[in-house]
C-alpha cells in the first residue's frame, strides 16, 4: 500500500514538474510576443489557442492532419521494413554491404531539400512527403538494426549452436532480443525524422488537403498564427502517434526485451 | 568417447598438436592444467563450437555444457532459461522446475535473470546443462563462485547424473577433483598434451595410502609446471 501512494505521489510530483516548466515556456512566449508587437512575426500563446480551436471544427483540419498523417506514416513504416530487411542482408553478406553503403552514404549526406526537388520531378505530388520520409528513415533503421546485429553476443550465439537451437529459435531467442533495444532506438528516433521531412516535402510540394499546403498558405498571406498552430498540430500528432506506436511495440514485443535501454540512437 | 589427433593453431600458437585421448562412455573425467594450456580450446571443438584444423572427434551425439561464463539470457526468466535447451513437446513438463528445486532454487522460476546473484546464476546455467538430454556433459570451472555448502550440493547432483552420461571437468580445484572425479589427466601446453593420468577409486577404503603418495606427487608435479609456466610467460 506504502508504495503505490509513493508511486502516486512520485507521478502527481512529475505531473506538477511538468506543468511548471510549460506555464514558464508559456510565459516566455508570451514575453517575447509582448516585446515584439508584431503578429507578423510573432503569434501569442492565447492567438495560436484560439486558431486551432477554430481549425479543429472544420472538415478541412481533419482531412488535412489525416493526409499528412497517412503519407508520413506510410513512409516511415516502409523504411522501417525495408531498413530492418537490408540491415539482415548486409550484416551477412559482405558483397551487399559493399554495395548497398555508399547508396546509404548518399542518403545521408545529401540535403533533404535536393531529394524533395528530385521527387517533384519524379513523382506525383502526393507521393513526394511518402519518399521523402521514407529516404530520411531508411538510413537510421539500417545504421541503428546492423548495429544491433554486430553487438548481439557471440558467447550466446555460441551457447545456441552448442545446445543446437534451430534457425527459429536462434532468431527468436537471441537474435530478436539483441536487436530489439536498437530496433526501438531507430524507431523513435525514425519518426522524428519522418515527420520533419515529410512536412518539409509537403511544403515544397504542396499537395491538396494537407499540412504542408496550410503551412505554405500561413507563409503567403503572412498569417502568423495559422503557421504557429499548423505547427503545434504536427508536434501533436507526432507525440501522439509515437506514443501509440512504441506503446504497440511493447505491448506486441513482451518477450523480445522490447523494454532494454533505448540509448542506441545513432 | 575418442579424440584422435587433433590440432588447432591460432596465428603463431600450436594450441592443439595431434592431440589423441580416449575417454569411457560414462563417469567424470577431470582434467587439470594450468591457465593458456588448451583446455577450454579443447572443450570448444568437442563441443563443435570451435572448429579444429585437423583430427576427428568420435562422440555418440550432442552434448551439453556449462561455460566458463553462465551465457543466460537476460530477457528470459529463470525456467524459461533452463527450458530454453528442451525441444517444445518436453517443455512446461516439469523437468526444468524439478531441476530448479534439486539445485536449491525453487521458488525463483519465474524470477529474472538479473535478480539472481552470481551464485545462484551459475546454478541456474548448471540446470540448463543438465536439463539437455545428451551423453556428453562438458562442464569448463562449473563451480566457480559457489559457497561451500552449495557446492557440495551441486557436486552430489553432478555425481547422479554422471551414472548416465560422460562428464568433462575442467577444473583447478583439487578438492573437486577429489570429490568427483573417476579419473584425472593433468595436462600441460600449449600445444596441450597429457603429463599424467590416474584413476581415483570412488570409496575412501579403495585409495588406501599408496594412492594419496601417487596423488600427492601428481599435485607437486602440476605445481612445479605451473611454476616453470609462470617463469616462461615472464
Redesign the interface.
Known amino acids: 500500500m506504502k508504495t503505490s501512494i509513493t508511486r502516486s505521489n512520485g507521478k502527481f510530483k512529475k505531473a506538477i514538474r511538468k506543468g511548471i516548466v510549460l506555464a514558464v515556456w508559456l510565459g516566455i512566449w508570451q514575453l517575447a510576443y509582448m516585446l515584439v508587437k508584431q503578429d507578423v512575426m510573432i503569434a501569442s500563446p492565447s492567438q495560436v489557442a484560439m486558431t486551432l480551436a477554430g481549425l479543429v471544427q472544420t472538415p478541412e483540419f481533419w482531412m488535412s492532419a489525416g493526409n499528412s498523417l497517412l503519407r508520413v506514416l506510410a513512409g516511415f513504416l516502409l523504411a522501417v521494413s525495408i531498413g530492418t530487411l537490408l540491415a539482415v542482408l548486409t550484416s551477412y553478406s559482405r558483397a551487399a554491404l559493399d554495395f548497398f553503403t555508399p547508396a546509404i552514404t548518399l542518403i545521408k549526406s545529401t540535403p533533404v531539400v535536393s531529394f524533395i526537388i528530385l521527387a517533384l520531378v519524379w513523382l506525383k505530388r502526393d507521393l513526394v512527403s511518402v519518399f521523402i520520409s521514407f529516404l530520411m528513415v531508411l538510413p537510421a533503421v539500417w545504421t541503428n538494426i546492423s548495429q544491433g546485429i554486430a553487438r548481439t553476443d557471440e558467447?550466446?550465439l555460441?551457447?545456441g549452436?552448442?545446445?543446437?537451437f534451430s534457425k527459429m529459435?536462434m532468431l527468436r531467442?537471441?537474435y530478436i532480443?539483441s536487436v530489439m533495444p536498437y530496433f526501438t532506438a531507430a524507431f523513435t528516433t525514425g519518426l522524428g525524422l519522418a515527420w520533419k521531412a515529410g512536412i518539409a516535402a509537403e511544403v515544397i510540394g504542396i499537395p491538396k488537403h494537407s499540412i504542408g499546403q496550410h503551412l505554405y498558405d500561413a507563409k503567403i498571406y503572412l498569417e502568423t498564427a495559422d503557421l504557429f498552430a499548423w505547427t503545434v498540430v504536427v508536434i501533436l500528432l507526432s507525440i501522439l502517434v509515437e506514443h501509440a506506436l512504441v506503446g504497440l511495440i511493447r505491448h506486441l514485443g513482451k518477450?523480445?526485451?522490447v523494454k532494454?535501454n533505448e540509448e542506441h540512437q545513432t | 568417447m575418442k579424440i584422435v589427433s587433433l590440432s588447432k593453431q591460432f596465428s603463431d600458437l600450436k594450441v592443439l598438436d595431434r592431440f589423441s585421448l580416449e575417454l569411457p562412455d560414462r563417469g567424470i573425467v577431470a582434467l587439470m592444467g594450468p591457465s593458456g594450456s588448451g583446455k577450454t580450446t579443447l572443450l570448444s571443438i568437442i563441443s563443435g563450437a570451435l572448429p579444429a584444423d585437423s583430427g576427428i572427434v568420435e562422440k555418440r551425439g550432442n552434448c551439453s555444457a556449462v561455460f566458463q561464463e553462465d551465457r543466460l539470457l537476460p530477457w528470459i526468466n529463470v525456467l524459461e532459461n533452463v527450458e530454453i535447451v528442451l525441444d517444445k513437446k518436453c517443455q512446461g513438463k516439469g523437468i526444468g522446475l524439478k531441476l530448479l528445486d534439486e539445485i536449491g532454487l525453487s521458488g525463483t522460476e519465474s524470477q529474472s535473470i538479473q535478480s539472481l546473484s552470481g551464485g545462484m546464476q551459475r546454478r541456474v546455467s548448471i540446470c540448463r546443462a543438465l536439463a539437455y538430454d545428451a551423453p556428453l556433459l562438458l562442464m569448463d570451472e562449473p563451480f566457480k563462485g559457489l559457497d561451500t555448502a552449495i557446492k557440495k550440493q551441486v557436486m552430489d547432483m553432478m555425481v547422479s547424473h554422471s551414472r548416465t552420461q560422460l562428464v568433462l571437468l575442467v577444473t583447478h580445484d583439487l578438492q573437486e577433483t577429489l570429490y568427483l572425479a573417476d579419473e584425472l589427466y593433468i595436462l600441460e601446453g600449449p600445444p596441450l598434451c597429457i603429463k599424467k593420468h590416474c584413476s581415483i577409486p570412488e570409496s575412501q577404503n579403495e585409495r588406501g595410502e599408496d594412492f594419496y603418495l601417487k596423488y600427492q606427487n601428481l599435485m607437486i608435479d602440476l605445481k612445479n609446471h605451473r611454476k616453470s609456466s609462470l617463469i616462461k610467460s615472464k
Do not use: A, T
Not at chain 1, 549452436?161 to 543446437?164: D, E, G, N, P
Open positions: 558467447q550466446l555460441e551457447m549452436s552448442v545446445f543446437h529459435k531467442s537471441i532480443p518477450k523480445y526485451n532494454g
